[in-house]
């Protein structure tokens, strides 16, 4: 196999690239996935993996001669870098060379590009914020910035703002398999708690008392159901109605290949809302 070094030119640097970087890249690597970049102006390395496709948030590590390196790193020529992907290894909770501010928990803002995934990460107990139509990209990154949310997306040039620090560019168009994408990225396999947080708002269930919710409930409704929860943001009733089965197959579906760790514990909350022009009694 050529090895890099074969490659060398007296103006140029090598970047190896590591894992799902490599799709991004636009330009095609040699078979050992390294690309000669010639450097012709002073650039950090975050400016120079952005060139060739690569948002600085989809990367984990990048390391020279055995160490670490920042993004800000000014390249030299013939300095030769490794760029590792964002994996499960690099969690944003944990301190990194690139990112020595790490956020609390794995709290996310969806775009509206991935709108389904929010819903889907609400499902299975995830707080995931949703971008509003009205939101610019400004105020999206502040939004993010701001909350320490972790922003997905799959607009690539969001992603390149430097003062974003953590994000993710969902590389799959089907929201089920980006929901897998994610799970599995931030190790939230074992976290999955279906059905506990407002699919529609995104805020946490609490169980309430039926006598506070009994005159928004069908009467069939109230008659067969005992237990009920309510959204403590936007008030949606919720209770173990007839979409149990089919929202705990899609579950099944999506998590199952998984081989994660989850069940649906007979306390748990299943989405059917109340509707409130049922009896008259709103
Ligand atoms: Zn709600």
Not at 3 to 14: E, I, N, Q, R, W
Not at 101 to 118: G, H, K, W
Not at 165 to 179: A, C, H, T, W, Y
Not at 201 to 215: F, G, M
Request: glycine share 6%.
């Amino acid at each position: 196999m050529k090895t890099a070094a074969a490659h060398s030119p007296d103006t140029g640097l090598f970047l190896t690239f590591y894992g799902d970087t490599v799709d991004l890249l636009r330009r095609t690597p040699n078979d050992a996935q390294t690309i000669i970049y010639p450097l012709s102006r002073r650039a950090s390395i975050k400016d120079i993996l952005e060139s060739l496709g690569v948002p600085h948030t989809e990367v984990g590590r990048i390391v020279r001669a055995g160490q670490e390196q920042t993004f800000e790193k000014i390249a030299e020529v013939g300095e030769h870098f490794h760029i590792h992907p964002l994996s499960p290894a690099t969690p944003p909770t944990v301190a990194t060379t690139l990112r020595p501010e790490t956020v609390s928990d794995c709290i996310f803002l969806a775009d509206i590009n991935v709108a389904r995934l929010a819903g889907l990460l609400r499902m299975v107990g995830f707080d995931a914020e949703a971008v509003g139509r009205e939101m610019t990209s400004s105020v999206t990154l502040d939004r993010a910035i701001g909350e320490k949310r972790i922003l997905l997306t799959r607009n690539r040039d969001l992603l390149k703002q430097r003062r974003l620090v953590f994000g993710r560019l969902v590389r799959s168009q089907d929201p089920e398999k980006q929901l897998k994408e994610i799970l599995n990225l931030y190790r939230l396999q074992d976290r999955i708690r279906p059905f506990s947080r407002c699919i529609a708002c995104n805020r946490p269930l609490a169980e309430v008392d039926k006598k506070t919710v009994i005159d928004r409930l069908l009467p069939l409704t109230r008659k067969y159901y005992d237990r009920f929860y309510q959204c403590t943001g936007c008030g949606k009733i919720y209770w173990r109605g007839s979409h149990h089965d089919k929202m705990t197959a899609q579950l099944e579906r999506i998590l199952g290949k998984m081989q994660c760790r989850w069940r649906l514990p007979q306390d748990q909350p299943i989405p059917d809302q109340a509707r409130h022009d049922g009896d008259g009694k709103a």
